[in-house]
C-alpha cells in the first residue's frame, strides 16, 4: 500500500463547484459556501473549492452533466431536477408522500439509501454526499382556491419532474418555468398556480402579490433533500484527508441548511400572512386523489424501470415502517405543543 | 498575531472524553465514538480523543465537574443532568413542552441558542457543542394505565429533573433511579411507572415485561439534545485546526445520532407491541395539566434566577413563533402521509 502523504507535502488543490441555484436562495446557496468555507479551514488552505452560483459556469439544470463530464469537479443541487433522465434521480431529493427531512436523512444514513444511491450515481461518475434539506415545501400560490378534485383538471400548475407526472393523472397541466420568470406569468395569468419552496423563500418572489391562495402541504416534497456531487473521478484521486473534509462538511452543511429554514421560515409565513391571502390545507378527497396518483405512477414506473424498481422497493419499506413510530411520540408531542404558546 | 503551527508541526495530543452513558445506549454512546473517529481521520491521527463509558473514569452524573475541574479533557452528555444545580441547563437539552428536535437544532445553531449557552457555560469553564439528539422520547412504562389527571396523585414515577418538578404540581412523587435498577423497581412495584427514552433502548431493558402500559408522548423531552463538553481552558490552547475538527464532527455525530435513532425505532416500537403491552397517549386533559403546571414552573424559575430568565425570554419567544409554521407544511403533510402505507 501507497503511504498517504501528510497534509504538509500534499500540493494546493483549486476545484470549482457549479450550484443549480442562485445566490438570492441564500439558505440553500449558502449551503454550498459553508461547505467551501469548512473544507478549506479542515485543510489549512489546501484545498479550496470555489462555489458558482446557476448559470455562472453552466446553468442550473446543467450540474450534473457538468460533473458527469468534467467540466467541473463538484455540484450542488436537487437531484430530481434530473427525473427526466432517469426517475430514479428522485430518491435522492424527495419522493411524492415520501419521507420528512428526518426520515430521509436516516433512509440515507442509517437505512439502504446512500449505499443504494452512491451505486446508481457511479454511473454518472458522481460520489454524492448529504447536501441540505428544505424541510417540507409548501403547496404553492393558486390564482383560485382548490376546492375539489376536479379543479385540478386543465389546472396550469408551475410544479416540478414527479408530482407533474402524478398529478397529469388528474388532468393537471404541469408546465416548466424558470423561478425568475414565475411572477409574471402568475400576474398575466399564463399558469394558474406555481410552487417554490416555502415562506422564506417565497415572500422574496412576491408571489402573495399576484396569487392569493397559499396551499399547503407540498405533498411533492415532504423533505426536499440537496445534494452534493463531486466527479468520482476526481473523488479517486483525493489524498484521505481531503475525502474526510469533503465526507464531514458536508454533513455540517447538510444540517445547518435545514435549521436556518427552520429558523427563518415561521417569521415569513408571519409576514405574508399580513397580506391578505388565504391559507389553506389541500382538501382532504386532494390528498386522497393525489396519494393514490401517485401509487400508480410508481407502481408504472417500477414496472418498466429495474433501476427504479430496486430503490424503490428499499425506500418503500423503510417509508412505511416510519409511520406507526412516528405517528406515536413524535406526532403526538408535535400536535399538542405546536397549538399552545407558553406565555 | 502568532502564526497558526501547520499539522506537521503540531505535537500529538492525547485527551480523554468522559460520556455520562453506558455503552449499551449504543445509539447516543456511539455518538462519542463517531466524534472522536472523525477528529482523529481529520488531524491525520494527532488529537487523539479517547471515548470511556459512564464509571468508568467518573460516575455519569459527574461528567460536568470532571470538565469543569479538569479530570477529562471533555464530556458527552445530557445538561438536564445538571438541573440541580441551575435550571438553565435544561435548555441545552429539552425543556418541558419544548422543542422538537429540528427545533433545537434550529434555536442553537440560527437562533441564539447557542450563544446564550455558551455564556453560561463559561462560568462551569465549559465550551458545548451540539452531541446528538434522540427525538421525541416516550411518556414511559406504566403499571396502571393514566386515564385521569388524578391519576398522577401520589405516583411514584421514574422522572428526571424539569419533569419531576413540573409534575410534583400534580401530586407526583419523582423517583430517581438509576437506569440499571429500573427493572427490578418496577417488578417490585417499588414505583408505578418509569420513563427511559424511547422504543429502541426501552426494548433492551425489558421493562414491557413487567409494567403493560406505553404511555406517550414524553412532552418532557419533545427533542432531547446531547452536548459534547470542551475544558474551556484546554479549548483555547488548542490549535486552529483541531479546533475546526471539533466544531464539524460534533456537527456530524449530531446529526447521524438522529439518525440512527430514526432509523431504529420504528421496528423496535414493531417488535415491542407483539407483547401485548397498552400502547397509549396521555388523556388530552392530562396534557393539559401537565402544560398548565410547566407554565407555573417556568414563570417561578424565571422570578428568582436571572440566568433562567435571560435564556427563558428569548427561548420561548423562538418557540411560540416555531408553532404556527410547523403546524402548516410539516404537520399537514406528516398527518396524512404517515398514516397511509404505499404499497
Redesign the interface.
Known amino acids: 500500500a501507497v503511504a498517504?502523504p501528510?497534509?504538509?507535502e500534499t500540493p494546493t488543490l483549486n476545484w470549482r463547484l457549479a450550484s443549480s441555484f442562485p445566490k438570492s436562495l441564500d439558505t440553500i446557496y449558502g449551503a454550498a459556501e459553508v461547505f467551501c468555507n469548512?473544507v478549506k479551514?479542515?485543510t489549512?488552505g489546501k484545498f479550496n473549492i470555489r462555489p458558482f452560483a446557476g448559470g455562472e459556469i453552466v446553468p442550473g439544470p446543467a450540474v450534473l452533466d457538468a460533473v458527469k463530464d468534467g467540466t467541473v469537479e463538484m455540484g450542488h443541487t436537487a437531484s430530481y431536477y434530473f427525473f427526466g433522465k432517469d426517475a430514479t434521480f428522485a430518491f435522492d431529493t424527495a419522493m411524492p408522500?415520501?419521507l420528512?427531512?428526518?426520515?430521509q436523512?436516516?433512509?440515507?444514513?442509517?437505512?439502504n439509501g446512500m449505499k443504494l444511491m452512491r451505486e446508481f450515481f457511479a454511473e454518472y461518475n458522481v460520489v454524492n454526499f448529504l447536501g441540505g434539506n428544505t424541510?417540507?415545501?409548501?403547496?404553492g400560490w393558486f390564482r383560485k382556491e382548490i376546492k375539489t378534485v376536479e379543479d385540478l383538471k386543465g389546472l396550469k400548475f408551475r410544479v416540478g419532474g414527479f408530482a407533474g407526472k402524478v398529478m397529469t393523472k388528474l388532468g393537471t397541466v404541469p408546465q416548466q418555468i424558470p423561478g425568475s420568470d414565475i411572477y409574471t406569468a402568475l400576474e398575466k395569468g399564463t399558469i394558474d398556480a406555481a410552487e417554490w419552496v416555502?415562506?422564506y423563500d417565497d415572500e422574496k418572489l412576491g408571489f402573495y402579490k399576484v396569487a392569493k391562495v397559499y396551499h399547503?402541504?407540498?405533498?411533492w416534497e415532504?423533505g426536499a433533500q440537496l445534494s452534493f456531487y463531486v466527479s468520482k473521478k476526481e473523488w479517486e484521486k483525493l489524498p484521505?484527508?481531503f475525502q474526510?473534509?469533503i465526507e464531514?462538511?458536508s454533513?455540517?452543511a447538510?444540517?445547518?441548511m435545514?435549521?436556518?429554514y427552520?429558523?427563518?421560515?415561521?417569521?415569513a409565513?408571519?409576514r405574508l400572512l399580513q397580506n391578505k391571502i388565504s391559507?389553506k390545507?389541500f382538501p382532504q378527497p386532494v390528498?386522497e386523489a393525489c396519494?393514490k396518483a401517485?401509487?400508480e405512477t410508481?407502481n408504472e414506473e417500477a414496472a418498466k424501470n429495474p433501476k427504479f424498481k430496486k430503490v424503490y422497493d428499499d425506500w418503500?419499506a423503510?417509508?412505511?415502517?416510519?409511520?406507526?413510530?412516528?405517528?406515536?411520540?413524535?406526532?403526538?408531542?408535535?400536535?399538542?405543543?405546536?397549538?399552545?404558546?407558553?406565555?
Request: hydrophobic share 40%.
Open positions: 498517504t501528510a497534509l504538509a469548512r479551514e479542515l489549512e408522500f415520501g420528512t427531512s428526518r426520515q436523512t436516516a433512509w440515507m444514513l442509517h437505512g424541510g417540507t415545501q409548501m403547496g416555502g415562506p399547503y402541504p407540498g405533498w415532504g484521505k484527508l474526510h473534509a464531514v462538511a454533513m455540517e447538510h444540517t445547518d435545514q435549521a436556518k427552520d429558523a427563518k421560515n415561521p417569521a409565513l408571519g391559507l390545507p390528498m396519494f401517485a401509487q410508481f418503500v423503510f417509508r412505511n415502517n416510519q409511520g406507526q413510530w412516528f405517528n406515536v411520540a413524535e406526532q403526538s408531542f408535535a400536535k399538542f405543543n405546536m397549538s399552545r404558546a407558553l406565555k
